[in-house]
């Protein structure tokens, strides 16, 4: 990553760090980290979005910051087989957005709530599924365990978060869906393909911890 554009974050110690993310995360979201929506639904998709969370985990491990991420079962309805946070729509007894990120974290990988310390929140993301969701970032201090619900989740893996926040890795690519084209954002990695709704986040998380 240039000198220029790396974050000061990978330079300093871990609670260093955990205070860097959470004085950054409370701050106003940039300009540039809102709106990244495409506004395109899905056919029979549309009509009022669903409220959502997901988890973006950042794990301290002695190697640098590391972000887990879950690939999707492949016979799920929605974004099957795509590389993911965990997360899903408010349930009537989540207390809020990070209640039900955690919740589902649990439910989808086996984490328990009391190994997240939530940081803070991104802006929101509306998916082409119809999701209005919320990123809540979470820090995890090692060693945990973690059980994929098998119906939900075929894998668990975690990337190096400098690798994610190098711009250099950020790709826009499209798609054609019949005679639309559907531009959207990329960061594949080794072989993992992280695009969608997800590279996207990770964008919004990017865009947020720098300075306008």
């Not at 000061?8 to 979201?29: I, V």
């Not at 997901?54 to 799920?76: D, K």
């Amino acid at each position: 990553m240039s000198a220029t554009l790396r974050l000061p974050l990978f330079d300093l110690d871990p609670n260093s760090q955990r205070a860097w993310l959470t004085a950054r995360l409370a701050r106003p979201a940039p300009p540039s980290a809102q709106g990244l929506s495409d506004g395109f639904r899905l056919p029979g998709r549309e009509g009022a979005p669903v409220p959502a969370a997901v988890l973006v985990p950042l794990v301290n491990r002695p190697e640098g910051l590391q972000l887990l991420l879950t690939q999707r079962s492949a016979n799920l309805p929605d974004h099957p087989g795509q590389i993911s946070f965990p997360g899903g729509r408010l349930d009537p007894g989540d207390a809020d957005h990070a209640a039900a990120a955690l919740r589902e974290t649990t439910e989808e990988i086996g984490l328990p709530s009391q190994k997240v310390e939530v940081l803070g929140r991104l802006s929101p993301y509306e998916t082409v599924t119809g999701y209005h969701v919320l990123p809540i970032v979470g820090w995890i201090e090692p060693p945990f365990d973690v059980t994929p619900d098998p119906v939900e989740v075929a894998d668990v893996f975690e990337v190096p978060l400098e690798f994610i926040l190098d711009r250099a890795n950020h790709q826009r690519h499209y798609r054609m869906l019949g005679t639309i084209r559907r531009d959207y954002w990329a960061i594949p990695w080794l072989h993992r393909y992280i695009w969608g709704a997800t590279a996207a986040m990770l964008l919004i998380l990017d865009r947020t911890l720098r300075d306008d």
